[in-house]
């Protein structure tokens, strides 16, 4: 902050130009965030970046949904053995069932997330790539 003293001795305070730029970068970039520019996240993408990432992301949406098939098959399947009590205590087989259909339980889930976030990811790269559309050039 710079400060200036006239001759009547006034002061005033002057504004400091690194301080207004870092205002102006700081709205600049509040301003492409809320736009949906994702170039000021650091991600810059030509036609062919973004055509790249959208290939990668519907193959990560199938391989999600056909592992989420793969995981209800095989939970239904093998559902969880009853217990049988021997000295107070279930048999080995009803833990070691009712463990592995924890774990796959928590998989599902994890690979439910994982669709829905590769899928939302699908559609803005799609977005993003017809934005794109107009600038290409035809050879």
């Known amino acids: 902050m710079a400060v200036s003293v006239s001759r009547d001795l006034t002061v005033r305070v002057l504004e400091d130009p690194n301080t207004v730029k ?3 970068r700081q709205q600049a970039l509040k301003n492409a965030i809320q736009k949906g520019e994702p170039k000021c996240l650091g991600v810059s993408f030509d036609l062919c970046n973004a ?7 519907t193959v990560s949406v199938m391989l999600s949904v056909v592992a989420v098939i793969i995981y209800s098959v095989d939970m239904s399947k ?7 009590k021997t ?3 279930c048999d080995e087989k009803h833990y070691e069932t009712r463990l592995s259909r924890g774990v796959k339980s928590s998989l599902l889930v994890f690979t439910l997330a994982q669709t829905v976030i590769a899928a939302i990811l699908c559609v803005l790269l799609l977005r993003q790539r017809r934005s794109f559309v107009s600038y290409t050039v035809s050879i």
């Open 87 to 89: 000295d107070n205590r």
């Open 22 to 24: 870092l205002a102006e």
């Open 51 to 57: 055509c790249l990432c959208l290939m990668i992301s």
């Open 78 to 84: 093998n559902p969880e053995e009853p217990c049988t």
